[in-house]
């Protein structure tokens, strides 16, 4: 009887310990093997009849690794001609009421060329971030000056994306402006955002626009470094920057294996299923030069998005 209850006992806390063990489990300690902060991020997406270009370059940083300015672009060739450019001027302060807060100021160029027809405009924003006793941001409150590049009349317009969130992981948020409301859900399994939603509703048609984005991880490949959220440039729905300094909640620690999008667009009583994209990644990289996601795709002959030091 005494070595059955011993025996009972050491089963029991083996149970218990491996079950203690899988619980205190945290993903995040094992990026351990030193900072990454890239300065330039390149995605690349190739078509037989488009090549586009998004970028952000000269990310310059504060000594806590704060981002303080960037330049982003925008470029697609070929069957249409566009080109967006943003330079942002960020500055962190703290509000009379003893919050951390952030003010940005973006100047835009936009061009578009499409069937003959050609639209250019310039913007000057200014965005002003609140962020919550957690650290994380609870609004983004923009005032718009938008003008035609051939002209000095400028129309004025605001918008606001708010967030929402469940401990340090960001479930849902809301855009809106004069024209359009934006919502996006956010659903977690674990330390891994599995699924985005993106629901555009046009205040003016009524038309409404209807995205799903569905990611798998490796469950055993960590990304291993620390410093900068990379998946906020995979993944879709988070204003990049700001998520990638962590203003946004945690972001996923595991290496991307799988997305696919899709959706619908329903306009009057029509309604139609986007098509379809599925993309493969392999990641690979050296803390000290570069990291890269390399996607195998039903729709692009080439797609990377290069992360670089």
């Given at each position: 009887?005494?070595?059955?209850?011993?025996?009972f006992?050491?089963?029991?806390g083996?149970?218990?310990?491996s079950?203690?063990?899988?619980?205190?489990?945290n993903p995040?300690?094992?990026?351990?093997?030193?900072?990454?902060y890239?300065?330039?991020?390149?995605?690349?997406?190739n078509?037989?009849?488009?090549?586009?270009t998004e970028?952000?370059?000269?990310?310059?940083?504060?000594?806590?690794?704060?981002v303080?300015?960037?330049?982003?672009?925008?470029?697609?060739k070929?069957?249409?001609?566009?080109?967006?450019?943003?330079?942002?001027?960020i500055?962190?302060?703290?509000?009379h009421?003893?919050?951390?807060?952030?003010?940005?100021?973006?100047?835009l160029k936009?061009?578009?060329?499409?069937?003959g027809?050609?639209e250019?405009?310039?913007?000057?924003?200014q965005?002003?971030?609140?962020?919550?006793?957690n650290?994380?941001?609870?609004?983004?409150?923009?005032?718009?000056?938008?003008?035609?590049?051939?002209?000095?009349?400028?129309?004025?317009?605001t918008?606001?994306?708010t967030?929402?969130?469940?401990?340090?992981?960001?479930?849902?948020?809301?855009?809106?402006?004069?024209?359009?409301?934006?919502?996006?859900?956010?659903?977690?399994?674990?330390y891994?955002?599995?699924?985005?939603?993106e629901?555009k509703?046009?205040?003016?048609?009524?038309?409404?626009?209807?995205?799903?984005?569905?990611?798998t991880?490796?469950?055993?490949?960590?990304?291993?470094?620390?410093?900068?959220?990379?998946?906020a440039?995979?993944?879709s729905?988070?204003?990049?920057?700001?998520?990638?300094?962590?203003?946004?909640?945690k972001?996923?620690p595991?290496?991307?294996?799988?997305e696919?999008?899709?959706?619908?667009?329903k306009f009057?009583?029509?309604t139609?299923?986007?098509?379809?994209i599925?993309n493969?990644?392999?990641?690979d990289?050296?803390?000290?030069?570069?990291?890269?996601?390399?996607?195998?795709?039903?729709?692009?002959?080439?797609?990377s998005?290069?992360?670089?030091?």
């Amino acid at each position: 009887m005494n070595r059955l209850f011993l025996l009972f006992t050491i089963l029991f806390g083996a149970t218990l310990f491996s079950c203690s063990d899988s619980e205190t489990y945290n993903p995040y300690d094992e990026q351990r093997k030193g900072d990454f902060y890239p300065s330039d991020i390149t995605i690349k997406k190739n078509t037989e009849s488009r090549e586009t270009t998004e970028k952000w370059s000269n990310i310059k940083r504060d000594r806590t690794g704060r981002v303080t300015s960037y330049d982003y672009t925008l470029e697609i060739k070929g069957d249409i001609s566009q080109k967006e450019e943003r330079s942002h001027i960020i500055k962190y302060f703290t509000t009379h009421e003893g919050l951390d807060a952030i003010e940005t100021t973006i100047n835009l160029k936009y061009s578009k060329s499409a069937n003959g027809i050609t639209e250019e405009y310039n913007r000057e924003i200014q965005e002003i971030v609140s962020i919550n006793t957690n650290g994380y941001i609870d609004a983004i409150d923009s005032r718009i000056k938008h003008w035609k590049s051939d002209s000095t009349d400028q129309t004025m317009t605001t918008s606001r994306r708010t967030f929402e969130y469940s401990g340090d992981l960001c479930k849902s948020s809301v855009y809106n402006d004069k024209d359009c409301k934006i919502t996006y859900k956010y659903n977690w399994s674990g330390y891994q955002l599995r699924k985005i939603t993106e629901l555009k509703e046009d205040l003016n048609d009524g038309s409404v626009e209807y995205n799903t984005f569905n990611y798998t991880f490796s469950n055993r490949e960590i990304y291993p470094y620390t410093g900068t959220n990379l998946m906020a440039f995979v993944q879709s729905g988070m204003p990049q920057i700001y998520a990638s300094m962590g203003y946004l909640g945690k972001g996923t620690p595991y290496i991307l294996t799988e997305e696919i999008q899709g959706g619908y667009t329903k306009f009057d009583n029509t309604t139609s299923n986007n098509i379809q994209i599925r993309n493969t990644y392999s990641f690979d990289g050296d803390v000290n030069f570069k990291v890269a996601y390399n996607a195998f795709s039903n729709i692009y002959d080439t797609y990377s998005i290069t992360f670089s030091k």
